[in-house]
């Protein structure tokens, strides 16, 4: 069945590191993919999503781009910030079902 | 911003007792969820409800759970005789369709979620 898989955390970065967060996808046809975000003590938020190949979903300075040929999306940042500190959940849907498959989720915390 | 409310943030329970997780799903949203994280495991979907029946369901959910919109604002999650492994936290979310067919250009809302313990 469709999976993702996203790179084990936890991850520790210093301010205004360089971010990436892999994540693969396995699914036929064409997915959607996302990146959710949840801040301590929220619910998941949408950062970012893109629905077709070579699509780049952008969002407060982070970014993935949908590559088809490697099945990929990974999360990327130039310069983290305290404030990111968060758990990244990559996640899939398929055309005409809302229904989403998350990876496991990938806790970043930012030291100052 | 609208949001999705869930309660309780945190239940404790004994093994075999009945449990029920309520949400408040957005005013205007049609389409209801539910997803669990077992701890350091994947958030995987539950249940979909529409037009106050279920759409979809996955394996995970057995007869010991249910689905109900009780009374057109709140939207529950039931399990009638909770177990070790249900100990998980759980999730509500909603959308809205602003076309009749999904395109991947709308998105779930989701709760902070409810955090399920059980002893």
């Known amino acids: 069945g469709d999976s993702v898989t996203q790179m084990e955390g936890p991850v520790t970065l210093s301010e205004e590191a360089f971010l990436t967060i892999n994540c693969t996808y396995t699914?036929?046809?064409?997915?959607?993919l996302f990146w959710y975000v949840q801040y301590p003590g929220e619910g998941l938020q949408l950062l970012l999503k893109?629905?077709?190949?070579?699509d780049k979903g952008s969002n407060k300075g982070f970014e993935a781009t949908y590559r088809k040929e490697t099945t990929s999306f990974h999360l990327e940042k130039g310069s983290v910030q305290v404030s990111d500190s968060a758990v990244y959940f990559c996640?899939?849907?398929?055309?005409?079902?809302?229904?989403?498959?998350f990876g496991k989720g990938t806790k970043l915390t930012v030291n100052p | 911003e609208p949001e999705v409310t869930q309660t309780p943030s945190h239940q404790v329970t004994q093994m075999g007792q009945e449990v029920i997780l309520r949400c408040v799903p957005i005013?205007?949203?049609?389409?209801f969820y539910w997803y669990r994280q077992i701890l350091g495991q994947k958030v995987e979907f539950l249940v979909s409800?529409?037009?106050?029946?279920?759409?979809?369901k996955s394996e995970i959910f057995d007869d010991q759970f249910s689905v109900e919109r009780p009374d057109g604002s709140n939207f529950t999650l039931k399990i009638r005789s909770t177990k070790l492994e249900d100990s998980a936290m759980y999730f509500c979310?909603?959308?809205?369709?602003?076309?009749?067919?999904?395109?991947?250009?709308?998105?779930?809302?989701f709760g902070a979620g409810s955090r399920l313990t059980v002893l």
């Open positions: 996640a899939l849907s398929k055309g005409g079902s809302e229904k989403l498959v």
């Open positions: 893109a629905t077709k190949a070579d």
């Open positions: 699914a036929t046809g064409y997915p959607s």
């Open positions: 979310a909603s959308i809205t369709r602003t076309s009749g067919r999904w395109s991947g250009a709308n998105v779930l809302t």
């Open positions: 409800f529409y037009n106050n029946e279920i759409s979809e």
């Open positions: 005013s205007n949203h049609l389409y």
